[in-house]
């Protein structure tokens, strides 16, 4: 039944969950997991382990390969009254997991859908990173391919906003390269690796830095971690919409080594990253 609206329909309850520590999670969300009757989880093994699930509520796997009848299924408990709690396998649903298409169903439907706020790995490693707070973009995973890596952090060298990327601590060095290859190597940036769990690290320093430390302890290259990078602090460099754009004129009009050379003196970039980027755009 409804625990905090009058809606005839039920409620699809979003539910921050903790991202290790299980003393982050907040009373109410665990009241709500132990009122719903459904329980939808990225991974029903790891959220019945959660406080407040105590084997009544019926638990969905919901995950980013559930066809659309799972998801109509869910709708239609809700619209029956029931209750539905959408938990991630930790932290707060739908950053960086696959909960969107519930709620998207639930707003089209007509159904209250309601939000118990709680832990955000993002938000965490920005809120200990010592770096400008005021504005940030959340970019999530990067591609695993470093060419198509590459490519994303070129687009977000000039960014002035404070940068937040998940990484699995195992790719650490990889990222660490190739961010400072593309934003240099004294950019500061803040590891934040295992939050609340036992080993947790917190460490700022330059990106070369971080990655020479993280290459002589190799514990660090475990678990998941969150980079927290500064934003460009460059107000005459080029934003990636104008060197892409750059990049696709000099592809269309000069051969691919002198449109790189070119390229990689009018967008202060280097001649390997002005060749990859007009690579991307070359016709044929």
Same mark, same amino acid.
Request: no cysteine.
């Given at each position: 039944?409804?625990?905090?609206?009058?809606?005839?329909?039920?409620?699809?309850?979003?539910?921050?969950?903790?991202?290790?520590?299980?003393?982050? $999670?907040?009373?109410?969300?665990?009241?709500?997991?132990?009122?719903?009757? /459904?329980?939808?989880?990225?991974?029903?093994r790891?959220?019945?382990?959660?406080?407040? /699930?105590?084997?009544?509520?019926?638990?969905?796997?919901?995950?980013?390969?559930?066809?659309?009848?799972?998801?109509?299924?869910?709708?239609?408990?809700?619209r029956a009254?029931?209750?539905?709690?959408?938990?991630?396998?930790?932290?707060?649903?739908?950053?960086?997991?696959?909960?969107?298409?519930l709620?998207?169903?639930?707003?089209?439907?007509?159904?209250?859908?309601?939000?118990?706020?709680?832990?955000?790995?993002?938000?965490?490693? =920005?809120?200990?990173?010592?770096?400008?707070?005021?504005?940030? =973009?959340?970019?999530?995973?990067?591609?695993?391919r470093?060419?198509?890596?590459?490519?994303? =952090?070129?687009?977000?060298?000039?960014?002035?906003?404070?940068?937040?990327?998940?990484?699995?601590?195992?790719? !650490?060095?990889?990222?660490?390269?190739?961010?400072?290859?593309?934003?240099?190597?004294?950019r500061?940036?803040?590891?934040?690796?295992? !939050?609340?769990?036992?080993?947790?690290?917190?460490?700022?320093?330059?990106?070369a830095a !971080?990655?020479?430390?993280?290459?002589?302890? %190799?514990?660090?290259?475990?678990?998941?971690?969150? &980079?927290?990078?500064?934003?460009?602090?460059?107000?005459?460099?080029?934003?990636?919409?104008?060197?892409?754009? $750059?990049?696709?004129? &000099?592809?269309?009009?000069?051969?691919?080594?002198?449109?790189? %050379?070119?390229?990689? %003196?009018?967008?202060?970039?280097?001649? %390997?990253?002005?060749?990859?980027?007009?690579?991307?755009?070359?016709?044929?």
């Amino acid at each position: 039944m409804n625990t905090e609206t009058n809606n005839a329909s039920g409620t699809l309850w979003v539910v921050a969950t903790p991202i290790g520590n299980l003393e982050d $999670l907040t009373p109410r969300a665990q009241r709500i997991l132990a009122q719903a009757a /459904v329980i939808a989880a990225e991974d029903t093994r790891i959220s019945a382990r959660l406080p407040g /699930v105590d084997g009544t509520a019926r638990m969905v796997s919901l995950h980013e390969h559930s066809d659309e009848a799972r998801i109509e299924r869910l709708i239609d408990d809700l619209r029956a009254g029931v209750d539905v709690a959408l938990v991630s396998d930790a932290g707060t649903p739908l950053i960086s997991d696959p909960g969107f298409q519930l709620v998207s169903a639930a707003h089209d439907a007509g159904i209250a859908v309601r939000t118990v706020p709680g832990p955000s790995a993002a938000i965490a490693a =920005l809120s200990v990173a010592g770096l400008p707070t005021d504005r940030f =973009l959340f970019e999530g995973f990067l591609p695993a391919r470093s060419s198509a890596r590459q490519r994303r =952090l070129q687009t977000l060298a000039a960014e002035p906003a404070t940068l937040i990327f998940y990484v699995p601590a195992r790719d !650490l060095d990889a990222v660490l390269a190739d961010m400072t290859e593309i934003f240099g190597p004294a950019r500061q940036a803040t590891l934040a690796r295992e !939050l609340t769990k036992l080993h947790e690290t917190v460490r700022r320093d330059s990106l070369a830095a !971080l990655r020479e430390w993280i290459a002589a302890d %190799k514990n660090q290259q475990r678990g998941e971690a969150v &980079l927290v990078v500064a934003g460009s602090a460059d107000d005459n460099s080029k934003s990636s919409v104008e060197a892409e754009t $750059l990049a696709r004129t &000099l592809a269309r009009e000069l051969p691919p080594s002198r449109a790189a %050379k070119v390229l990689a %003196k009018l967008a202060g970039m280097t001649r %390997k990253q002005a060749w990859e980027m007009i690579e991307s755009f070359k016709e044929g």
